[in-house]
């Protein structure tokens, strides 16, 4: 009987999850744009980050979720410093 072997085609280090732009509460963001207030109170701040398969903040930054984004906010000035899809957490199973 022949040994049979699934080789997954979806493999996330492959993807790329990162965003340029996305749009949270109707209002369209790019990378270096000042985000809202409400993302640097501690209920916005994800802690967890590694369990949402995002990469360790930069230092002197955190992550946090816009609107089906997850964003990387620098505490300094406000600004978004990175972006990524929230399929980062969720992959998509395309076939």
Same mark, same amino acid.
């Given at each position: 009987?022949?040994?049979?072997?699934? $080789? /997954?085609?979806?493999?996330? @280090?492959?993807?790329?999850? %990162? =965003? &340029?732009?996305?749009? /949270?509460?109707?209002?369209?963001?790019?990378?270096? %744009?000042?985000?809202? %207030?409400?993302?640097?109170?501690?209920?916005? @701040?994800?802690?967890?980050?590694?369990?949402?398969? =995002?990469?360790?903040?930069?230092?002197?930054?955190?992550? /946090?979720? +816009?609107?089906?984004?997850?964003? +990387?906010?620098?505490?300094?000035?406000?600004?978004?410093? /990175? $972006? &990524?899809?929230?399929?980062?957490?969720?992959?998509?199973?395309?076939?």
């Amino acid at each position: 009987m022949p040994l049979m072997v699934c $080789a /997954s085609t979806h493999n996330d @280090e492959q993807r790329n999850y %990162d =965003l &340029k732009n996305f749009t /949270s509460n109707y209002h369209k963001y790019n990378i270096g %744009d000042i985000a809202p %207030d409400i993302n640097f109170t501690p209920d916005y @701040e994800i802690k967890a980050w590694r369990i949402r398969h =995002l990469p360790m903040p930069q230092a002197g930054a955190f992550w /946090s979720y +816009m609107d089906g984004t997850y964003v +990387m906010l620098r505490k300094s000035d406000h600004r978004i410093i /990175s $972006a &990524k899809s929230s399929d980062i957490f969720y992959p998509r199973m395309i076939d």
